[in-house]
């Protein structure tokens, strides 16, 4: 690849994950973030077997097996009566047919990791105070133009920038992300605090109307995590993520099972996120630049791979960089040859589990919830769901 700094913007999943990718790769790399810390917020996360191919091949299985979770099963329930819709064991089907665990983390924790691993090859690559404003593209270069008045000369950009990426404003003007419509609930709890059954519980989704509540344990069962949806006509104010209170999440959680309701009290301090969402774009690359991860897909939680999809991106990214040796347009057109058709079924899949999450009507319910009781003891669905999206390895994936 070109001699010039391959620019990363923004240190959350994907860029750290990409930029670590780089290095022990040997290349030339540096990492922007607007923040003055690498961010250090967010409650629990699922890295199912796709994302753990990843992980583990970028030799981080010990340090993330040693913080993390590891669910037995996954049970669907009716969200008053608690009534059991389906059951599957998750760990023994995923190692046993996609090779890899599903396990569930802190986001900090795996933020923390990578880090950890970018400052023992070169500590002096990432740089925090850095809010990227735009680019100008050039025959040979392009330069990233950033908002304490500094302008770095890189081979190309990298918008990890999340949902309300920078870079994908200068890319694509015209593609504003929407309010969903629905508002995400985030929040831990001591497990100590809860009950014995509810501390036993594995992950567990509550399916109400309109509304779900999910929870599942994080860091070797420290903690509780849980993300209850619910439908809400607006979202207050431009920002993606508020403190929110407890009052306000037990009102609108109300009459639900007495699980839920004892989560629900022993939470301190409730977050809740409006949820963002937009129609798959035409194109993610311009000549030297190109968006990843929310950036680029941004994906409604119900189907966990939000954090998967960006670390996927990032090393097929990587892949398709030094396939293409020194030609900057060929890497990004074989990168987004390679990823757009499934970054777009994700999206559309995780969509469509909310829907299923959130259903209404009475009697389409009874047909839905008898058919996934049905199916659920005869196959462990998550073969027939999921095996597309778990079975997918980013390191090994042929590239077209
Ligand atoms: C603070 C935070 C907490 C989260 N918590 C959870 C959670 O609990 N559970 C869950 O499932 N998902 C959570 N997510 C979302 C999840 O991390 C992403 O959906 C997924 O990992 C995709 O990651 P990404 O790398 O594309 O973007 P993100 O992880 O969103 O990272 C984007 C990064 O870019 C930086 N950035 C943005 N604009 C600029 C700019 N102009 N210049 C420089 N840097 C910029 C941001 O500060 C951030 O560090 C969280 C995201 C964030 C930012």
């Given amino acids: 690849m070109e001699n010039k700094p391959i620019i990363i913007i923004g240190a959350g999943i994907s860029g750290l994950t990409l930029c670590l990718t780089l290095l022990k790769n040997g290349y030339n790399t540096l990492l922007f973030e607007k923040e003055s810390e690498i961010d250090q917020r967010g409650a629990g996360i699922n890295i199912s077997p796709n994302g753990n191919a990843i992980l583990y091949n970028l030799g981080l299985k010990d340090k993330i097996t040693n913080l993390a979770s590891k669910p037995t099963s996954i049970e669907l329930r009716t969200f008053r009566k608690g009534i059991i819709v389906a059951k599957q064991n998750l760990n023994e089907s995923c190692e046993k047919f996609f090779n890899y665990p599903f396990l569930q983390m802190q986001r900090k924790d795996i933020i923390n990791i990578l880090k950890a691993e970018i400052f023992s090859i070169n500590p002096g690559v990432i740089f925090t105070d ?82 779900h509540f999910v929870h599942y344990p994080i860091k070797k069962n420290k903690f509780l995590n849980f993300i209850g949806t619910i439908k809400k006509e607006k979202w207050e104010d431009n920002s993606w993520h508020q403190e929110g209170t407890k009052e306000e999440l037990q009102n609108d959680f109300k009459g639900w099972n007495k ?28 000549k030297r630049a190109v968006i990843i991860g929310d950036a680029s897909h941004p994906m409604s939680p119900s189907y966990g791979q939000g954090a998967n999809a960006a670390m996927e991106d990032s090393i097929v990214l990587f892949r398709s960089i030094d396939e293409s040796k020194n030609n900057t347009q060929q890497a990004l057109e074989k990168f987004q040859r390679n990823r757009k058709r499934r970054s777009d079924n994700l999206q559309k899949s995780s969509k469509f589990n909310t829907s299923l999450f959130h259903l209404q009507n009475p009697i389409l319910k009874l047909i839905i919830y008898s058919g996934l009781y049905i199916l659920s003891h005869l196959i462990p669905f998550i073969l027939i769901k999921s095996r597309w999206v778990y079975k997918y390895n980013a390191f090994k994936v042929k590239l077209k």
């Avoid at 680019?135 to 500094?150: G, H, R, T, V, W």
């Avoid at 302008?151 to 404003?169: A, F, L, P, Q, Y």
């Fill in 130 to 211: 850095h809010t990227f404003e735009s680019y100008s593209e050039k025959e040979s270069s392009i330069l990233a133009y950033f908002n304490n008045q500094k302008t770095i000369e890189g081979s190309m950009i990298v918008g990890c920038d999340g949902i309300n990426s920078s870079v994908r404003k200068i890319m694509l003007p015209e593609s504003e992300v929407r309010f969903s419509g629905i508002v995400a609930w985030r929040g831990l709890v001591d497990l100590q605090k809860l009950s014995k059954s509810t501390r036993e519980m594995s992950t567990t989704v509550w399916m109400g109307r309109n509304s």
């Fill in 259 to 286: 699980t839920v309701i004892e989560i629900i009290s022993n939470i301190e301090k409730p977050n809740k996120w409006g949820l963002f969402e937009r129609s798959p774009l035409p194109r993610w690359i311009s």
